[in-house]
């Protein structure tokens, strides 16, 4: 069986659609936290890494396989979370307006004695978006749980984003393509 350990509905919606059969089981108040000297790169798939640690017990003599992941966004070189609040919102997105910007989602597949971890990047570039632009995004779609304070599938993905290089799916939150793949080789 595989184990989705996250609560968002993105990452449920992606997996679904590859047609596996999956539960989803979080276990709560896992340190996201990474130390500050690691590199922005590396920073997604070291939080997906301490994520699948609490399960590892849990899944011993199984056959259970527990995906568990971590996006980030990065602007020259500033790793962006998810947003405090609205202000914090605007402010990210001001960051990423007019610029080319890195998304990296960082995936950890566990299985009894087994472990998979990788990162998958995908540039994103915004048009230069006006501030009437970022506060009606922010009002309306209030984007508090995306790394970055956007959501590439919405308002602001349609209206601001010019170019994309990489998986899309990766800028949603889960490279679906390449967990596929890992999971096929693993068969």
């Known amino acids: 069986m595989l184990i989705l ?12 659609g590859l047609d596996i059969p999956y539960k989803v089981y979080v276990i709560k108040g896992i340190d996201e936290s990474y130390p500050d000297t690691l590199p922005a790169e590396e920073v997604a798939e070291h939080i997906a890494v301490k994520k699948s640690a609490p399960y590892t017990a849990q ?28 202000a914090d919102a605007c402010c990210m997105l001001r ?12 995936v950890c ?11 998958v990047k995908t540039d994103v570039t ?26 590439i599938q ?16 990766n800028v949603m939150g889960l490279p679906v393509q390449r967990i596929y793949n890992e999971l096929k080789a693993r068969q």
């Open 109 to 119: 597949l566990t299985a009894d004695g087994w472990q998979k971890r990788f990162t």
């Open 126 to 151: 915004f048009r230069e978006l006006d501030d009437s632009e970022i506060q009606y995004y922010v009002d309306t779609y209030k984007p508090f749980d995306k790394a970055g304070a956007y959501g």
């Open 95 to 106: 960051k990423l307006s007019g610029r080319t910007h890195q998304v990296y989602t960082g």
């Open 5 to 16: 350990s996250s609560n968002s509905p993105r990452r449920q919606e992606l997996l679904a």
């Open 154 to 169: 919405e308002w602001i993905g349609y209206i601001g984003i010019t170019h994309i290089n990489g998986s899309y799916y």
């Open 59 to 86: 899944i011993a003599g199984t056959d259970d396989i527990v995906l568990t992941a971590d996006t980030v966004v990065v602007v020259e070189g500033e790793i962006m979370g998810k947003p405090k609040d609205a």
